[in-house]
């Protein structure tokens, strides 16, 4: 790859911790919301059941009040027929009712005018235009009559009325027998039942006015004798229901339910505040919307400290990278130079060496035996700048071959170093051991051979002026690597000069000693870096040397 390019985006391992934050602290509270709903929803749901289920019971005590009330009505209606004392029938006949419910009953005759209350003595009042006075009489139907709340000219209060026509033997219109409720009696059941705080129950008549009402708060329900704000008698609404709404008063949301008593054109309602009833599902959802900011608080601490860590990490890493990749070009740029200028060198070096030879060949004679020496200097010269400058021009092309790796039979490599070999290891006599089985690794054949024939080279060159040379090229295998060793029983190395010697022109003798250029183990190493692997020296002196290197396995290279 060419190492200059970067990758045009990249999301990183902070990006990765911001999106898994923000996907975990989302889903915690999406959670906690689901949570708050599926609470809301329930109370919702057990307020809806609780509605109705009073409706139906303040229904049945609707019920049960007004038919005690119409039976004792027909009662005395069938008294007065029979023309008994009222007074009497009356107190016999109220002790079927409960005391709070009829604290009054009259008797209007036909033109309108009471002729009997149970209060006291009845005076001369017109109840000509009362409601229920007008029904009976222009009706000849006999049905009880439940009216709107209103004022009662005798007793001063507050009720509702009762009432049954009253007919002649002969059946004509003979008034109308009243009995006056209170109106509180009917809800006053509903002081025992909780309703919460902002409830209400209310009897309504068809005609949407208020028959009675009871709640804590009393602005939540008209007051008797004014209008309801829903019709419960709408056509398209059916007998009973349970709604939800919002209450015109306090805007706050509320669960109603309402059942008609067709007959009688009443019907009750039940009005729940949601508000009362959410109390401990709103302290639920205070604790877990507390609980939901105190944990994203410490999640996000949490993230934000370890995405610094990684934005710092992969800072310094991304300093680190920049750092090598300079040092990389720089190192490239060097050896392009060093193989141009070595390469240009060698140019006015032939030229050198080709004139002292015209010299030698023209004005041989003529020179004198200190000036042709001098001459020869000079061409020995030049011939180890040359050789020099060779050497430089071979180290500078390691790596610079880039064509890609491929498998290389070691035991070939070590074939055609001990053959390009041959001369020196006749002359030498020397005696070479391979073990069988060398492996293959990833590389550059070139360049492999190089590497053991500068090592098996040196093994012939370093050799012990007492004993013939004796070279063993050995291998195993160590983790990952396979570990070649060249071992020669040489003059061997001081241990303080293993490390040095890999560096370039790090020479341990004088030409006039062993002749090189302190270039081959530099070569060495940097053909085996190249290479993925590391080379090292044991040796004792004057025993021999061992030259170990490590090549990176080829399954795990591949
Ligand atoms: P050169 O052989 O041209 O001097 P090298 O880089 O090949 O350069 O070797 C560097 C030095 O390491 C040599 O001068 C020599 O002193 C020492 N050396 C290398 N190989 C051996 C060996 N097999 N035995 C002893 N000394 C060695």
Redesign the pocket.
Known sequence: MDESKQPVSRIGAPGVIAIFAVLLIGGLWISLIAEMEHDRATVQRSAEVQAANLARTFEEHVRRAASSIDLVLLHLRDEIADGQPIDRQLDLLRRRLPSELVFQVAIIDADGHLRYVSLRAAEPVDLSDRDHFRVHRDTTADRLFISKPVLGRVSGRMSIQFTRRLDQPDGRFAGVLVFSADPAYFVSMYRSIDIGENGAVMLVGSDRVVRAGAARRTDVIPPPGALAADDYFAADRPNDGVYARTCPVDGGQRVAAYRRIAEMDLAVVVDLCLGDIMAPARERAVVLTGGGVVVSLLLLGAFATTGRLLIRRQRDGDALAAQALSLRRSNSELEAFAYAISHDLREPLRTINGFLGLLIRRAGAKLSAEETEFIDFARNGASRMDSLINGLLEYSRVGRNESAFEPVSLATVVDTALANLRGTLTSSHAAVSVLPGLPDVLGHGDELVRLLQ??IG??L??HSPDRPPTISIAWRRQGRDWIISVT?N????AAE?HER??GIF????GRDE?D?????????RKIVEHHHGRIWVN?WEGE??A?FIALPALAERS
């Not at 090189?516 to 060495?524: M, N, P, R, S, Y």
């Open positions: 500068n090592l040196n093994a060159k370093y020669d040489g003059i061997g190395i000069h010697i890999f790090q020479r341990l003798h062993y090189g250029t302190g270039i081959g183990l530099a070569l060495c040796s021999g040397s030259f």
